[in-house]
């Protein structure tokens, strides 16, 4: 088993930036995809960015790219999605998930440990 908390999250005025941290216990992640998915209220759970066990490779959702930045630190059992310029349009919880390293999707589905989400709330 794998638990995640998520932490980091906050209000922010547009074009601001927050760090959100995802740690990792109860086993090591360093064999598995990680990947971060956000759910505004009354809306589907959609994928934001998502990172290879080694850190090799990344995906962005269109909407987050060349903003957002997913990367980890296996010695830390920790991943991060650090948001630059944020919109409006970016507030929603954000969750942690994870999939085993054989698994690289983009589908909630596929994941098989989540976290609780954090809120994250753009607005000046």
């Known amino acids: 088993q794998v638990q995640l908390v998520e932490s980091g999250g906050g209000l922010v005025q547009p074009g601001g930036s927050l760090r959100l941290s995802c740690a990792a216990s109860g086993r090591t992640i360093d064999n598995y995809n990680m990947a971060w998915f956000r759910q505004a209220p009354g809306k589907e759970r959609e994928f934001v960015a998502a990172?290879?066990?080694?850190?090799?490779?990344?995906i962005y959702a269109d909407s987050v790219k060349g903003r957002f930045t997913i990367s980890r630190d296996n010695a830390k059992n920790t991943v991060y999605l650090q948001m630059n310029s944020l919109k409006p349009e970016d507030t929603a919880v954000y969750y942690c998930?994870?999939?085993?390293?054989?698994?690289?999707?983009?589908?909630?589905?596929?994941?098989?440990?989540w976290g609780q989400g954090t809120q994250v709330t753009v607005s000046s």
């Open positions: 998930a994870a999939a085993p390293f054989n698994i690289w999707s983009l589908r909630p589905g596929h994941f098989d440990y």
């Open positions: 990172i290879t066990w080694t850190g090799g490779n990344t």
